[in-house]
């Protein structure tokens, strides 16, 4: 999986004005027995709406 880091730009699509790149503001990891769960706070650096994202990735 890419690494994330915070202040990183992603490429995503704004669900409020369809800008492609979203900023990274927040990650948390979450451990479950057989996966990691990364659930990433992104920010529009155009329109400031905040989003929350769920990526997994296997140990
Ligand atoms: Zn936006």
Not at 1 to 16: E, P, V, W
Not at 36 to 54: E, H, I, R
Request: charged share 25%; glycine share 4%; proline share 2%.
């Amino acid at each position: 999986m890419n690494q994330l880091a915070i202040g990183q730009l992603i490429q995503k699509r704004c669900t409020r004005c369809f800008h492609d790149e979203l900023k990274i503001i927040k990650i948390d990891s979450k451990e479950f027995s057989e996966k990691v769960a990364y659930v990433f706070w992104t920010q529009c650096p155009k329109c400031g709406n905040n989003d929350t994202n769920l990526t997994q990735a296997d140990r």
